[in-house]
């Protein structure tokens, strides 16, 4: 059997994560029985940079309103960005709509199983693609976000941190897989949520970990990270905070508005204001109609 550069054996970690996972895994609506692979698709695209207790209501409103991507596909752009509320990074909801409108006109409105298939899907990206592959049709391929390569830096590798991703974490992850395509599937959620639950990244709860023993982290005696320290988001005064600020007045509007109604949305500094409404005018998120006033995309 293969063993990781610590000399933790790969499949010591499955035999203890895979039966920890199903008995101790969050009772989430998206990984309930039934749930489709558009239904998880929707809630991989809303978990993104976004924690769950967030997530768990809008997800829930999205299925009984678009049950199928057709259903969402025919929406108009706005009223997805309506529905998203205040998600954040909004962009998210345009990618998976148009998402949506490319899986009903090209898969008979059913997300596709390869990985491949997935990343051809518009706004699909590697993360994602292998989710979906995994959590909704229980394909053995690794998934890898940062509560995993955490996970694997400590218990693999013996370090605080995973440090800048690189092109050896799918590799990392994937050696820990069980042979078995539903093992594999289990193992990559266990590790999601060891990772999120248990082995955080500030104050991790080492005493509950089903892995303590057979950490390199703790075997070495947990050494501090002493690589690039990350620098701690801020909202606050960020063009961010001022994009949504903007957006939520065209959000809350029942049509187009007139610009002195953006502009009192963000007072501090009209410069800011200007640039940022010109990157929501780039991405697609705002138009300017003939006349001057401002919509979500779509709107007249």
Same mark, same amino acid.
């Given at each position: 059997?293969?063993?990781?550069?610590?000399?933790?054996?790969?499949?010591?970690?499955?035999?203890?994560?895979?039966?920890?996972?199903?008995?101790?895994?969050?009772?989430?609506?998206?990984?309930?029985?039934?749930?489709?692979?558009?239904?998880?698709?929707?809630?991989?695209?809303?978990?993104?940079?976004?924690?769950?207790?967030?997530?768990?209501?809008?997800?829930?409103?999205?299925?009984?309103?678009?049950?199928?991507?057709?259903?969402?596909?025919?929406?108009?752009?706005?009223?997805?960005?309506?529905?998203?509320?205040?998600?954040?990074?909004?962009?998210?909801?345009?990618?998976?709509? @148009?998402?949506?409108?490319?899986?009903?006109?090209?898969?008979?409105?059913?997300?596709?199983?390869?990985?491949?298939?997935?990343?051809?899907?518009?706004?699909?990206?590697?993360?994602? @693609?292998?989710?979906?592959?995994?959590?909704?049709?229980?394909?053995?391929?690794?998934?890898?976000?940062?509560? !995993?390569?955490?996970?694997?830096?400590?218990?693999?590798?013996?370090?605080?941190?995973?440090?800048?991703?690189?092109?050896?974490?799918?590799?990392?992850?994937?050696?820990?897989?069980?042979?078995?395509?539903?093992?594999?599937?289990?193992?990559?959620?266990?590790?999601?949520?060891?990772?999120?639950?248990?082995? !955080?990244?500030?104050?991790?709860?080492?005493?509950?970990?089903?892995?303590?023993?057979?950490?390199?982290?703790?075997?070495?005696?947990?050494?501090?990270?002493?690589?690039?320290?990350?620098?701690?988001?801020?909202?606050?005064?960020?063009?961010? #905070?001022?994009?949504?600020?903007?957006?939520?007045?065209?959000?809350?509007?029942?049509?187009?508005?007139?610009?002195?109604?953006?502009?009192?949305?963000?007072?501090?500094?009209?410069? #800011?204001?200007?640039?940022?409404?010109?990157?929501?005018? !780039?991405?697609?998120?705002?138009?300017?109609?003939?006349?001057?006033?401002?919509?979500?995309?779509?709107?007249?």
């Amino acid at each position: 059997m293969a063993t990781t550069t610590a000399g933790t054996s790969p499949g010591t970690l499955a035999d203890v994560l895979v039966p920890w996972f199903r008995a101790h895994a969050l009772d989430l609506p998206w990984r309930r029985p039934g749930t489709t692979a558009w239904g998880v698709l929707v809630s991989e695209i809303m978990l993104q940079q976004t924690p769950v207790a967030r997530v768990e209501g809008p997800w829930r409103e999205w299925l009984e309103r678009w049950p199928r991507p057709s259903a969402m596909g025919a929406a108009p752009a706005a009223d997805v960005l309506r529905a998203w509320g205040r998600l954040g990074y909004p962009r998210r909801a345009l990618r998976l709509h @148009a998402a949506a409108q490319a899986v009903a006109a090209e898969h008979g409105d059913v997300v596709p199983a390869d990985v491949a298939t997935l990343e051809s899907l518009p706004g699909i990206g590697t993360y994602t @693609a292998r989710a979906v592959a995994a959590f909704a049709y229980g394909r053995r391929v690794p998934v890898v976000d940062t509560n !995993v390569r955490r996970v694997v830096a400590r218990a693999v590798h013996g370090q605080a941190e995973a440090g800048a991703a690189a092109t050896r974490d799918l590799a990392d992850v994937e050696v820990l897989l069980p042979g078995d395509d539903a093992d594999a599937a289990t193992m990559s959620a266990a590790l999601m949520e060891l990772g999120a639950t248990v082995c !955080v990244a500030r104050g991790p709860r080492c005493a509950d970990c089903p892995v303590l023993a057979h950490c390199a982290w703790q075997r070495r005696g947990r050494p501090a990270w002493d690589g690039p320290v990350r620098r701690a988001q801020t909202w606050a005064g960020t063009d961010r #905070q001022v994009r949504g600020r903007l957006l939520a007045v065209l959000r809350d509007a029942t049509g187009p508005v007139p610009a002195p109604e953006l502009d009192a949305a963000w007072l501090t500094d009209p410069a #800011q204001r200007a640039r940022c409404l010109d990157s929501l005018l !780039v991405d697609g998120l705002v138009e300017q109609l003939a006349d001057g006033r401002f919509a979500l995309p779509g709107e007249t």
